[in-house]
């Protein structure tokens, strides 16, 4: 798993586990790819009690990962 300085900063600021991120990736609910190539996946975290929102480069390296609290309530619609 290949993350940057800030990924990991901001894991621990967020109180997320590493191992959420990786699940968000294989299990995802909802993937988007941006315009800068760069893919975000979404997945409902159940020992979080919250979705959360895994950014990755195309190459794989972990960017950033937060609770999406507005996620689940926008998949409703």
Known sequence: ???????????????????????????????????????????YVAEAAHYIRVVMESDGTFLNAFFDRGFGRRRER
Do not use: S
């Not at 800030?6 to 909802?30: M, P, Q, S, T």
């Open 1 to 43: 798993m290949r993350t940057t300085e800030y990924f990991e900063r901001k894991l621990v600021d967020r109180g997320i586990r590493r191992e959420w991120c990786e699940w968000v990736v294989e299990n995802h609910v909802a993937i988007e790819v941006q315009e800068d190539h760069r893919i975000r996946y979404w997945a």
